[in-house]
Nanobody
């Protein structure tokens, strides 16, 4: 069965970097659309970055992550990554990995498989 396990979160100072990982099981990351979403306390969950099954990459236009965050995947490790540089306090949130055969860009409703999340705190 499909399983997604996030790791790599933590507490850092503003300006520092973190790399989140999402280990996938039960499917190949090359055949599913995959994405990172985040949810800050009291806010709705929002898309951060995605890689479609054809390799197309999308970064959120409504969040200031372009140029600081990089999404990638490693087919050998069957893992999705999110490299986050120059972190800001506004990046504090629970970060979730999502996947689906029909997963498309940052459209949440197209993702049916979700991890439990990893917390990122920036102070």
């Amino acid at each position: 069965h499909v399983q997604l396990v996030e790791s790599g979160g933590g507490s850092v100072q503003a300006g520092e970097s973190l790399t989140l990982s999402c280990a996938a099981a039960g499917f190949s990351v090359n055949t599913y659309g995959m994405a990172w979403f985040r949810q800050a306390p009291g806010q709705e969950r929002k898309g951060v970055a995605s890689i479609d099954s054809d390799g197309s990459v999308t970064y959120a236009e409504t969040l200031p992550v372009k140029g600081r965050f990089t999404i990638s995947k490693d087919s050998a490790a069957n893992t999705l990554y999110l490299q986050m540089d120059n972190l800001k306090t506004d990046d504090t949130a629970m970060y979730y990995c999502a996947a689906d055969p029909g997963g498309f860009r940052l459209w949440q409703r197209t993702y049916n498989f979700w991890g439990l999340g990893t917390q990122v705190t920036v102070s």
